[in-house]
């Protein structure tokens, strides 16, 4: 079965500064996508990164990049120039490129500090 | 362009108790998947809706039943409701492009109806 893992409940980082989110999976697939969530007070869900398998490059947006190591199941995300409005819970996902079914991540839950 | 709406926003029911909730998809989606956010986890899929028909369902008792409308529209239906029920639902709508499975159809969540089961 497909597993995500997230193993850091919380984090904190100081406004401007840099901080990198852990998250691991589990899966016998080769082809499937990995996705960063954030999910602020406001509870609704909104597609941070997303990353395809079979692509190599580490997927960028902006001050989001990941850092995908296919043979070691990891897909880490760093934040860059941190904000304040970065404040909320981070999760990672996984989905079978044929499947519907996407698992998530228990979350970590980011704090930004003026 | 508005995204995708969920209603009611909050709901208390007491045990054995039945619900509705509802879902409109984002413009131009087709596909309805429903999520069931417990407190301090993760969603967790329950199934997905395309074509009326639901397509896939994750490993959630036959009590979590679904409907999707002509109009993309959906509703979730939980009959007998547990204390384990109290969750954060989420709908995701996505459009469906095709049968090749090398195409990401990104889901659109709304903003969740918090259930609270007493």
New interface residues.
């Given amino acids: 079965a497909q597993t995500?893992t997230q193993s850091q409940p919380e984090m904190s980082v100081q406004e401007a500064e840099t901080v990198t989110l852990s998250c691991t999976y589990d899966t016998s697939e080769s082809?499937y996508?990995l996705f960063w969530?954030k999910q602020p007070p406001?509870?609704?869900?909104?597609?941070v990164i997303?990353q395809?398998a079979y692509k190599q490059q580490n997927a960028t947006e902006n001050r989001f990049s990941v850092n995908f190591q296919k043979a070691a199941k990891s897909f880490s995300l760093k934040i860059s120039d941190s904000q304040l409005g970065d404040a909320a819970m981070y999760?990672c996902?996984y989905k079978m490129?044929?499947?519907?079914?996407?698992?998530?991540?228990?979350?970590t839950r980011l704090t930004v500090k003026p | 362009d508005a995204g995708v709406t969920q209603s009611p926003t909050h709901l208390i029911k007491t045990r054995g108790q039945q619900v509705t909730l509802r879902c409109s998809p984002k413009s131009g989606h087709d596909t309805v998947?429903w999520?069931q956010q417990a407190l301090?986890?993760?969603?967790?899929?329950i199934f997905?809706y395309y074509e009326e028909e639901e397509?896939?369902r994750?490993n959630f008792p036959d009590r979590f039943s679904g409907h999707q409308f002509p109009n993309y529209s959906s509703e979730l239906n939980v009959n007998a409701l547990l204390l384990g029920d109290s969750a954060?639902y989420?709908c995701?709508s996505s459009r469906r492009q095709g049968l090749n499975?090398?195409h990401?159809n990104?889901?659109?969540?709304?903003?969740?109806t918090?259930l609270t089961v007493l």
């Fill in positions: 995500v082809d996508y969530y406001s509870r609704q869900m909104i597609l997303r395809e999760f996902a490129s044929n499947n519907n079914d996407m698992r998530f991540g228990a979350g | 998947s999520y301090g986890q993760g969603p967790q899929f997905q397509r896939q994750g954060l989420l995701a499975p090398r990401l990104e889901q659109f969540f709304g903003p969740g918090r």
